[in-house]
């Protein structure tokens, strides 16, 4: 009696030859590629502000806090204020001067989400490894940023329109 037919009739199926556990390690090692065991993580949103009193007092109010920090970072024309929104940080960004980037993201869309930004284990080196992949990173190293972190951004047009930074 044919293997099928002894399936049909008993409902009882016997599979031999099963793949060890290494050989289907194996197999899905050649196919999926390994995950990074230090993937990125969120670190900050940035949100430009035109009136920082405002927004402050709005921020306090959804979050509970006042900002545990507000910096000032000369060469990017702006005043970070950082609040702890669960793990999360909120960065408030108040233009300094009218040629900063803030001030000319404002003008051009007003109010509203900056960027997201992710923290790496090292920027200089997921600098040079975006680069490498043919995305647009913007300047020609990374720079010194707020909160004493090493900072870079890639250029929204290449991530799906939205402003992203790096820090480390």
């Known amino acids: 009696m044919s293997e099928l037919r002894k399936v049909l009739l008993t ?10 556990e290494d050989n289907i ?16 993580k969120l670190e900050h949103i ?20 006042r900002p545990y920090k507000s910096e000032e ?5 702006v005043i970070t204020h950082f609040y702890d ?8 960004l108040e ?16 109010p509203g989400i900056h960027h997201l930004a992710f923290s790496v284990d090292d920027a200089e080196r997921a600098f040079e490894e975006f ?3 043919g995305l647009r990173v913007l300047g020609v ?19 799906e329109g939205v402003l992203m930074e790096f820090c480390s």
């Open 11 to 20: 409902g009882h199926l016997v599979i031999t030859n099963l793949p060890t």
């Open 25 to 40: 390690r194996s197999f899905l090692s050649d196919r999926i590629p390994e995950a990074d065991p230090n993937p990125v």
């Open 46 to 65: 940035g949100i430009a502000v035109k009136d920082i009193q405002a927004s402050r007092q709005l921020f306090e109010t959804l979050l509970g806090a």
């Open 73 to 77: 970072v000369t060469s990017e024309g």
């Open 85 to 92: 929104a669960g793990g999360t940080k909120i960065e408030l």
């Open 95 to 110: 233009s300094t001067s009218d040629s900063s980037a803030i001030a000319r993201f404002l003008e051009k869309k007003g």
């Open 131 to 133: 680069r490498e992949k």
């Open 141 to 159: 190293r990374p720079k010194k940023g707020a909160d004493g972190k090493t900072i870079f951004f890639i250029h929204p047009s290449d991530t």
